[in-house]
């Protein structure tokens, strides 16, 4: 089952922080959090492993708390660059499919001047 | 250059005619894996694979295969294609499952 991801859009100026958040009905091993531009591959923001960490990359940064099965990524300060699609994606925790990751259905993202 | 390869980019084809994407990545990865990119849906994994010769399925196995005979390389084949496979399908390769994935470029897939 797909992890449910919120909102489903959302719009910015420069400047301006989101959070987007992301949920599983499952117990959770690790999180994977990814961009993905119009047109192009995506590209990995950062993964937080079970431990409820929470990791910075810059301005994006992500909590995992695995009690509630959840994480969020957050974005500071928005800028131009930080338009696109959000992923993330869940590892489960236990049984043998531990090579599964699966992705949310996405956020988007759009951050005008 | 560290990077994952696909070819081809882009395929038309028809229901039925066997058809084969190639992955190749050169930074002597473990893990490879392959997704399909439907719009609203998002990434849905295909398979993966851990190593050689080790593959599982991921959440929508059904009509595609893979094999893993070197490190490198992780082809997907359709052995009968159908209009519903038609998709952006991505390959990506870690070091390890709990890494940074690289993606390939995308093979954009039309099935008449």
């Known amino acids: 089952q797909q992890p449910v991801q919120s909102p489903q859009a959302v719009i910015l100026r420069e400047g301006e922080d989101a959070v987007i958040n992301c949920s599983s009905s499952?117990?959770?091993?690790?999180v994977h959090w990814y961009r993905q531009k119009h047109g192009e591959a995506p590209v990995f923001l950062m993964i937080?492993?079970?431990?409820?960490e929470q990791k910075g990359h810059e301005k994006i940064s992500a909590s995992f708390n695995e009690k509630k099965q959840q994480s969020s990524l957050y974005l500071t300060a928005s800028q131009l660059s930080y338009s696109g699609t959000y992923f993330c994606?869940?590892?489960?925790?236990?049984?043998?499919?531990?090579?599964?990751?699966?992705f949310g259905q996405g956020t988007i993202l759009t951050v005008h001047p | 250059e560290a990077q994952v390869t696909q070819n081809p980019r882009y395929l038309i084809t028809v229901t039925g005619k066997k058809l084969t994407v190639t992955c190749s990545q050169n930074?002597?990865?473990?893990?490879m894996s392959w997704y399909r990119q439907d719009p609203g849906l998002g990434l849905r994994q295909i398979y993966y694979?851990?190593?050689?010769?080790?593959?599982d399925k991921g959440d929508v196995p059904e009509g595609y295969k893979v094999s893993r005979k070197e490190k490198r390389n992780f082809p997907l084949i359709l052995e009968s294609p159908s209009p519903n496979q038609t998709s952006l399908y991505f390959c990506?390769?870690?070091?390890?499952?709990?890494?940074?994935?690289?993606f390939g470029p995308g093979t954009r897939l039309t099935v008449l």
């Open positions: 930074m002597n990865h473990e893990y």
């Open positions: 990506a390769s870690s070091s390890l499952l709990a890494d940074t994935q690289y």
């Open positions: 694979s851990m190593n050689v010769e080790v593959t």
């Open positions: 994606g869940f590892t489960n925790a236990g049984g043998t499919s531990y090579g599964k990751l699966t």
């Open positions: 499952k117990a959770l091993y690790s």
């Open positions: 937080l492993l079970k431990g409820g």
